[in-house]
């Protein structure tokens, strides 16, 4: 157990080990296709840094690249989580979801305690991951369940990193427009546009 009467090295060490082990555990439960290392905009690095808005919107087009650099951001995000000039605030929790098995999971005819069960989990999460949030058809159920979500994160300051080929201010009707207001604010100074050709052609995207 780290107390703060260890040394600077031991402490080093300790940091060391951690990072390593959550690095291992998030490489371990990313896809095979985005556990290539990629270069990330600027806008992304500053954001992991701290520089950017609460959370992160990723936009372009179809195919260029949006989710790969979603994954890569989450490790850079991790690797920071456990820096060295952070306090010790206990492990990291990322979840990642694709929206449509996000949308599924929400849906009123599952299991009302696990239903629950994730909503709590992705409301106290460190960090979570939507990707390709635009794509689902959504009923008003699920969008009320998505502004449980968002809303407690918002009032939380605990960021969310959403990939999506359109804007925030255009997920209302994905969303519902309570939540696309939120994520709006959320990611005021972080949104990246992503260009490029498809990648899928010849890469991940």
Known sequence: MHSDSDGPDLRKEWLQQRTHGALSRFHDTTPLIYRKRIDVPKEVID?????GSSSLFLTGHIGVGKTHTA???CRLWLKAFYGPERPWNGAATI???RSTALFDALRPDGPDEVRRTLIKTLQDADLVFVDDLAAPKVTEWTQERLFEIFDERYINQRP???TSDVLPADL???TGPRVASRLGEMCRDSVVLLEGEDRRRGEAA
């Open 47 to 51: 954001w992991v840094a701290g520089w």
């Open 95 to 97: 979840y990642t979801y």
């Open 160 to 162: 969310v990193i959403i």
């Open 71 to 73: 994954w890569e951001t």
């Open 172 to 174: 209302g009707p994905v």
